[in-house]
């Protein structure tokens, strides 16, 4: 019996190793992709994308039944945008991923690393499709300045339009943590449209999708629709925003017996303060009719330019955020996450982050620790 614990004890530290190898051969890869700038085949065609690396290390003061250890992971996305006339737009982005990080090993009920990883590019929402994340269409019906009305048919995404924030929501060069991703209340990569109406300081977004699976495994309807307003005073750019989303009637109830509908309310916050500092609000809370992990979300931060030490492209972000439980058994979780991000050269940046997370549970207990980590990103 000791022999047999000995060989599964070191089979786990290896498996621990090779994750973190991962993300260290992607923090590599990416450094050699960043000499690379974006490809235009012509005027109308180009190739652009992506290439991430990062490993992480949770150091857990209350366990919980999970344990201290690294993981890594590598991440490859690359965007193929063709324009044919100045009105119309055809797009695509794919996902390739090695290593899902220590998502699915860590005790925590939000993600490390709330990117797109090996397990989320495969079959994607239950529909068997693979790597092929948007792929869309667009028609600019109006696209004079301070003036832009399009429409937008095909797999969509429904951050790319609902949201969002000058100061979260990118998790290759700000916040990692998932508690500061708008995906974690909206669908991503199905089917559906987006409208999208500007008029000097106002604009509308409206989307529907329709997305192959739940959690419970059953095919849904998501309509989600935002109203921003973007304001420019001495202090600089602002933009404030309320998000409201739904869906149809799929989704358990707490008691598994009955299907009920999901909706929610969100408001978003970005606001420059000078040349130096910004500062970002999320304020987010949905029903309970359905079965569902958070019942709201209050985030707050802020972001300094590296002006202060003379590199403008570097920056500093320190977040916060408090999220209450559903009725699945959470009480709530408290996050804190500080990151550095340094751009020795365009297109290339490196990020230290670090990561305090505390979840208490219904019943008592839930994990507490430190998530160090470091991120490569090249945009290429």
């Known amino acids: 019996m000791r022999v047999e614990m000995a060989w599964v004890a070191l089979a786990a530290r290896r498996i621990t190793r090779l994750r973190v190898l991962a993300g260290l051969v992607g923090m590599h890869l990416a450094a050699y992709f960043s000499l690379a700038n974006a490809y235009d085949v012509n005027d109308k065609l180009s ?21 201290d250890e690294g993981g890594g992971a590598l991440v490859f996305q690359p965007r193929v945008d063709f324009r044919p006339t100045p009105r119309d737009q055809v797009y695509a982005k794919l996902g390739f991923a090695a290593g899902n990080g220590l998502n699915d090993d860590t005790p925590f009920a939000l993600a490390p ?7 989320d590019v495969k079959d994607i929402n239950g529909r068997g499709r693979d790597y092929l994340l948007t792929t869309w269409y667009q028609r600019l019906f109006r696209n004079e300045q301070d003036k832009m009305l399009g429409a937008t048919v095909g797999l969509i995404d429904a951050t790319d339009y609902l949201d969002q924030n000058a100061y979260i929501n990118d998790e290759f060069n700000q916040f990692m ?58 202090l600089g750019q602002g933009n404030y925003r309320i998000t409201l989303g739904g869906t149809t009637k799929e ?50 931060g802020v972001n300094i330019s590296g002006k202060i030490w003379h590199r403008s492209r570097d920056n500093i972000g320190i977040g916060y955020a408090y999220v209450v439980g559903g009725n699945t058994g959470i009480d709530r ?17 490196v990020t230290l982050d670090l990561q305090y997370m505390n979840e208490e549970l219904d019943a008592g207990g839930g994990p507490t620790g430190w998530i160090p980590g470091v991120r490569l990103t090249a945009d290429f």
């Open 177 to 234: 943590n998932q508690a500061f991703d708008s995906e974690l209340l909206l669908p991503s990569y199905d089917i559906g449209a987006a409208v999208q109406w500007k008029t000097n300081q106002w604009s509308v977004h409206g989307v529907v999708m329709n997305v192959g699976e739940n959690d419970d495994g059953n095919n849904y309807s998501f309509f989600g629709m935002q109203v921003a307003y973007a304001i420019a005073t001495h």
């Open 333 to 349: 979780i408290q996050v804190l996450e500080v990151y550095a991000r340094l751009v020795p050269k365009r297109h290339f940046a």
């Open 47 to 67: 190739i652009t994308g992506l290439v991430a690396g990062a490993a992480q290390y949770q150091f857990l003061e209350r366990d919980d039944g999970g344990e």
């Open 113 to 119: 690393w709330s990117a797109d990883l090996e397990d």
């Open 251 to 300: 989704f358990l109830n707490p008691a598994g017996t009955t299907l009920e509908r999901r909706g929610g309310i969100s408001l978003s916050f970005d606001q420059q303060l000078g040349d130096v500092f910004g500062g970002f609000m999320r304020l987010a809370w949905q029903e309970q009719d359905a079965a569902v992990d958070f019942s709201a979300l209050y985030s707050g």
